[in-house]
């Protein structure tokens, strides 16, 4: 044949077979990458969860050591006024038995 001779045209499934062919190191190449990034995504998100847990244990520590250091700090201001005005009830009662004197 010389280059004057038409071909026989290929059907579309020919030429997608023939594509696939001269594509598929390429395609193989693609593939690779797209499964590399999800594996890096899973293991991204798989430390970003256990951040987020070992945060969340953090923030729930403070939470119960800062309630306890309000409790406790209220414990000591309640005796604190509790001694005030047992001191206060004192020094009325002595007020009230010493005599009134004059000049």
């Known amino acids: 044949m010389d280059e004057t001779t038409p071909t026989p045209s290929a059907g579309p499934?020919?030429?997608f077979l023939g594509k696939l062919k001269e594509q598929s190191f390429t395609i193989l190449v693609m593939v690779a990458v797209v499964y590399y990034q999800?594996?890096?995504w899973q293991s991204d998100?798989?430390?970003?969860?256990?951040?987020?847990v070992r945060k969340g244990a953090q923030?729930?520590?403070?939470?119960?050591?800062?309630?306890?250091?309000?409790?406790e700090r209220?414990?000591?201001?309640?005796?604190?006024?509790d001694q005030f005005?047992?001191?206060?009830?004192?020094q009325a009662a002595?007020?009230?038995?010493?005599?009134?004197?004059?000049?």
């Not at 209220?74 to 006024?81: A, C, D, F, G, N």
């Not at 002595?94 to 000049?103: G, V, W, Y």
Request: proline share 4%; charged share 35%.
């Open 38 to 40: 999800h594996t890096l």
């Open 59 to 71: 923030v729930d520590a403070m939470v119960d050591a800062e309630r306890t250091r309000l409790i």
């Open 94 to 103: 002595i007020c009230r038995l010493k005599p009134h004197t004059e000049p």
């Open 85 to 90: 005005i047992d001191m206060l009830k004192e």
């Open 13 to 15: 499934a020919d030429t």
């Open 45 to 52: 998100r798989a430390r970003l969860e256990q951040e987020l």
């Open 74 to 81: 209220e414990k000591y201001l309640l005796v604190q006024r």
